[in-house]
């Protein structure tokens, strides 16, 4: 079981130490504020008020011994550096450090952060994403430069095979899986279109009306296919 160290509960921290817990890893939640630490007790292994800037204070409390620590702290920018500053003096293998600008970011992993995040940036990113492709349902990008999205089938492939397409071939895009809806009959007798999913699809798999893909591939690949109509 992995332990983990999450600092800082807004509503970004609050989110990951309570996913993380949620996936079976052992959470330590940490907040100067009572009343956040108070809202997530239930709900991870173990949950304290502390100072994070407070190397002894982290260390009594086990967080040197962590395979991971999170550093969710935003808007004082001061505390999160020395966090992350304590963190990476406590021998934390990993740290993962939120920054609210591209400065404050920069700052983070010259003082020893292992990954920097930042969720402003990201997010809007993602929203500008989905207004301009209204066809895509999902959109993940990975910070190696590679994304996953759910997109609707596009005119154009309609009636064409995976192979015929040549995504792999044109743009260095793989469709790892399909869900169409297919017609089916209940018990009673009475028709519906029930979604199915065909992972890892023939390349002889034609492209139906309607048919969601889940393409992967790099961004510029991806950027590359939603363009097609």
């Known amino acids: 079981m992995s332990q983990i160290a999450v600092i800082g509960l807004g ?3 609050y989110k990951i130490a309570t996913s993380l817990a949620s996936m ?8 100067i504020n009572p009343s956040l630490v108070e809202d997530i007790k239930e709900r991870v292994h173990h949950a304290v008020v502390a100072d994070s800037s407070d190397e002894k204070t982290l260390r009594s409390i086990g967080v040197s011994e962590v395979d991971a ?3 969710a702290i935003g808007e004082n920018i ?8 304590v963190l990476r003096r406590l021998g934390v293998g990993k740290i993962v ?8 970011a920069e700052v983070l992993r010259e003082i020893g952060a292992s ?20 066809n895509v349902s999902q959109h993940i990008h990975f910070p190696a430069g590679y994304t996953l999205i759910e997109m609707e089938s596009p005119r154009s492939f ?4 995976l192979r015929d397409l040549e995504l792999r071939e044109k743009y260095g895009v793989l469709c790892v899986a399909i869900q169409r809806k ?18 890892t699809p023939n390349p002889s798999e034609k492209i139906n009306e309607n048919d969601v893909l889940v393409l992967v591939g790099s961004d510029s690949g991806i950027e590359e296919v939603l363009e097609l109509k």
């Open 97 to 104: 450090s939120r920054a609210i600008s591209p400065t404050h």
């Open 182 to 199: 297919v017609p089916t009959i209940d018990d009673k007798g009475h028709s519906f279109l029930k979604s199915q999913v065909q992972a």
């Open 158 to 161: 309609f009636g064409k095979t």
């Open 69 to 71: 620590a999170v550093n």
């Open 24 to 31: 079976g890893a052992e959470v330590i939640a940490i907040d």
């Open 11 to 13: 509503s970004f921290g």
């Open 115 to 134: 990954q920097v995040v930042q969720i402003e940036e990201q997010m809007g990113e993602q929203i500008a994403r989905s207004l301009a492709a209204a």
């Open 78 to 85: 001061e505390i999160s550096i020395m966090t992350t500053v």
